[in-house]
């Protein structure tokens, strides 16, 4: 089992970046021993998938909209991953979750096992 807590988000202005943390507390299997997304919910709208990182961090997937423009990273050392946003747009405007797949990395929610309370991001226009 595994909680996860994320941090970092905030208000800014469109073209800012900003940096999420998402800390995990793992028992009974090592943090590195999950596949970890996060996802984001807009208001009104249903929550979607951003980004995907592999066990050993070295896998990567990312929804479209945000290629090019946000990374994910791990830390097993420290079991936390990242999502650094750059370029920020008044469309990834959400609350954005981590979550924690003991099965692999995937764009599906359903194959995340652990949520976490999420963390609100707002772009400014």
């Known amino acids: 089992q595994v909680q996860v807590v994320e941090s970092g988000g905030g208000l800014v202005q469109t073209g800012d970046s900003l940096g999420l943390s998402c800390a995990a507390s793992a028992s009974g299997r090592t943090f590195m021993g999950y596949a970890m997304g996060w996802f984001r919910q807009a208001p009104g709208k249903e929550r979607e998938f951003v980004a995907a990182?592999?066990?050993?961090?070295?896998?990567?997937l990312y929804t479209d909209s945000v290629k090019g423009r946000f990374t994910i990273s791990r830390d097993n050392a420290k079991n936390t991953v990242y999502l650094q946003m750059n370029s920020l747009k008044p469309e990834d405007t959400a609350v954005y979750y981590c979550?924690?797949?003991?099965?692999?990395?995937?764009?599906?929610?359903?194959?995340?096992?652990?949520w976490g309370q999420g963390t609100q991001v707002t772009v400014s226009s």
């Open positions: 990182i592999s066990t050993s961090g070295g896998v990567t």
């Open positions: 979550a924690a797949s003991i099965r692999t990395m995937s764009r599906a929610q359903y194959a995340y096992d652990y």
